[in-house]
């Protein structure tokens, strides 16, 4: 029995090429259990001029769908469902019953919230100043796309499927040791380096494994605000110490402080650098007092008003510095690969954590990543990337003169965030969602901020707004403002 031509619809919300959409229509059909074993496709000329698409399309999809024992070619005969094809599967859903278990009481743990949300629908809005989303304007896809295919090529097989729960990918850790970390001015040998889920896996990592039930430390105020609930879930006493147009001073970090975490050449959120006498002063302090100190050198390759002082760790003669790194802002966010940089005994310590909560970050995307850092694809993306975050931060200064809105802790490399005061008396919560109506997405500052309550600061990244869009969306943020 023929499958009528009308049972065939390309979805217009399945992403992928005409032709993985055109496989995903047939397999579904199958696995859905409309179109049965035996039946007889239409011709691929047929259903190509149904669909709209070039017959040889239909033909790639259909030839896919046979390696995969989905269909069975006849010759000229045609294509027809495979006897053997996947069994269609029961979509009933399950019925659904409350739950009895009283969870306010059953749960011994609460996290917190990530304190910074964003709308899922960001993209949406005209004038979206919001913070570490991706440009697919400065992506190289391309290139992404030719080191995945190469990631899965047959003599990368064991990087891809191994489990390497005690190890990370060669290749990648060769990657920076060698070519990541001697532009931050840091030496180091392999089992010094921690491939992680991101920065904030490696963050997490390292507070379990620095602090305790009443571990005096240290966080910068304002600072990254799922760093401090990652800080605050393992009972240490916390002192938030507040940041200036340097950022953290050492004088202020209270006697018996054992842990410091610090964001010394971009601060987080106010984007102030710490300059070399302060930073000489923090890692003597931590000599003088046994402190350790990590560093969230969270966005250096975005440095396009001059160039990054070399990292704290490069200084670092003793082993006192965890340095964290991420690809999070030089690729994208969704990559979720970082790494951390520290004495041999204590990336060990790492390694077996991690092996106990996520084993270690996927093989194919870190053997990706590699390739695409040794071929070159990364210096180029960096390159192109900081070119248009300089264009746009040229605008963006202007438009926020224009308009009497001044920039605080200006860094002295760039990024792609300024942070910015605004009136005395402005909630700034209020004002984001003010600004929701007028098409604008701004980052209130209240949650980075250690006190609860209202602030008048906020963050306006500019790495997701096109640059012609910046200075309407700063009249809109400052008519708000005035008004």
């Known amino acids: 029995m023929a499958i009528p031509i009308e049972h065939f619809h390309l979805d217009t919300a399945t992403e992928g090429t005409l032709q993985q959409r055109i496989r995903q229509m047939v397999a579904r059909g199958i696995l859905s259990g409309r179109f049965a074993k035996g039946a007889r496709l239409p011709s691929s000329r047929k259903l190509a001029a149904h669909l709209g698409v070039s017959r040889i399309t239909v033909t790639l999809a259909y030839t896919d769908l046979v390696a995969d024992d989905y269909l069975t070619s006849a010759g000229r005969s ?58 697919p304007d400065l992506f190289d896809t391309a290139g992404w796309r030719l080191c995945a295919l190469q990631a899965l090529g047959r003599r990368d097989f064991t990087a891809l499927a191994a489990d390497q ?122 000599r003088r007092d046994d402190m350790i100190v990590v560093e969230d050198d969270y966005e250096f390759e975005m440095s396009f008003l001059g160039a990054p002082q070399p990292a704290l760790k490069s200084r670092d003669l003793d082993g006192r510095v965890i340095y964290v790194g991420s690809f999070s802002k030089s690729l994208f966010p969704g990559l979720r690969l970082g790494y951390l940089v520290g004495p041999a005994p204590f990336i060990a310590a790492a390694r077996a954590l991690r092996a106990q909560v996520v084993r270690h970050p996927p093989g194919q995307i870190q053997r990706t990543t590699a390739y695409y850092l040794t071929l070159g694809h990364y210096d180029a993306r960096v390159t192109r990337m900081r070119t248009a975050l300089h264009a746009r931060r040229r605008i963006l200064d202007e438009a926020l003169a224009r308009h009497s809105l001044t920039i605080e802790g200006v860094g002295v490399y760039g990024g792609s965030s300024v942070w910015v005061r605004a009136g005395e008396t402005v909630d700034t919560e209020r004002l984001a969602q003010d600004l929701l109506t007028r098409d604008v997405l701004i980052e209130p500052g209240a949650p980075f901020f250690a006190a609860e309550g209202p602030s008048n600061a906020i963050r306006l990244a500019y790495s997701s707004i096109p640059q012609g869009r910046i200075p309407e969306g700063i009249a809109r943020i400052a008519a708000a403002i005035w008004s």
């Not at 094809?85 to 011994?108: I, K, M, N, Y």
């Not at 060669?170 to 889920?197: C, F, H, K, M, Y």
């Not at 966080?219 to 879930?233: G, H, K």
């Open 78 to 135: 045609g294509y027809f469902v495979s006897q053997t094809a996947p069994e269609p599967r029961d979509t009933t859903p399950a019925p659904t019953t409350p739950s009895t278990v009283d969870w306010g009481a059953v749960l011994q743990v609460r996290p917190a919230g990530f304190g910074v949300s964003k709308p899922t629908d960001w993209a949406r809005y005209r004038y979206p100043f919001v913070y570490g989303q991706p440009d």
């Open 165 to 286: 729960y005690d190890g990370d990918d060669p290749l990648l850790v060769d990657a920076l040791v060698n070519q990541i970390l001697p532009r931050r001015g840091i030496s180091a040998r392999p089992e010094q380096v921690l491939v992680t889920l991101g920065a904030q896996n490696a963050l997490w990592l390292s507070a379990q494994l620095l602090l305790a039930e009443g571990t005096a430390c240290v966080t910068e105020d304002p600072c990254y605000p799922a760093l401090r609930r990652i800080v605050q879930a393992t009972g240490a006493a916390l002192t938030p110490v507040p940041v200036d147009a340097d950022g953290l001073p050492p004088d202020l970090i209270p006697q018996g402080t054992r842990v410091v975490f610090t964001t010394p050449s971009h601060q987080c959120p106010t984007t102030a650098t710490m300059p070399a006498a302060r930073r000489a002063a923090l890692l003597a302090r931590a």
